[in-house]
């Protein structure tokens, strides 16, 4: 998760865009968090040629990392001044519904849809520009303290 914009890291401000904070896999990947609040986030990606498989079509790892990657947000938002959250992946369930081809923009959305102090749960859909569901998955998070 990235850095919140309360963080030490960020000068403890609000001057940083959470929506902008990026760095390490998310640059590898290319996706952007379109919107983040609490339970809920948007990651998007247009997906490029270098996220095709042998087959032509987005390859089954990028969805499985956009689902993972909302659905680990959505239950980790902080607001300004709040402590950021992390969180680890416990299990991820993806279903692949459709192929997404180049040039496409897939909106993955997740919600958080339960959980507690130490765990949550999220689940996720993935569409095109068009709102056809090109995968789904849910999983289960476990919080993590920062030191």
Partial sequence: ?????SSPQNGGGSTVDPL?????FADLVGYEIASWERDLTEIALTVEKRHLN?????????????????CGYCGCYSAPGETPRRAFTLSLTCNFI?????????TASARRS??????????????????RLIGSGQGNFKYITLR
């Fill in 1 to 5: 998760m990235p850095d919140s914009p």
């Fill in 20 to 24: 902008k904070i990026r760095g390490g």
């Fill in 54 to 70: 042998r087959s032509g079509v987005m390859h089954g790892g990028v969805l499985s990392t956009l689902i993972d990657t909302a």
């Fill in 98 to 106: 459709g192929a997404a081809k180049e040039g496409q923009t897939l």
């Fill in 114 to 131: 339960g959980g507690g102090k130490s765990i949550f749960f999220a689940d996720c859909e993935v569409r095109d520009e068009e709102g």
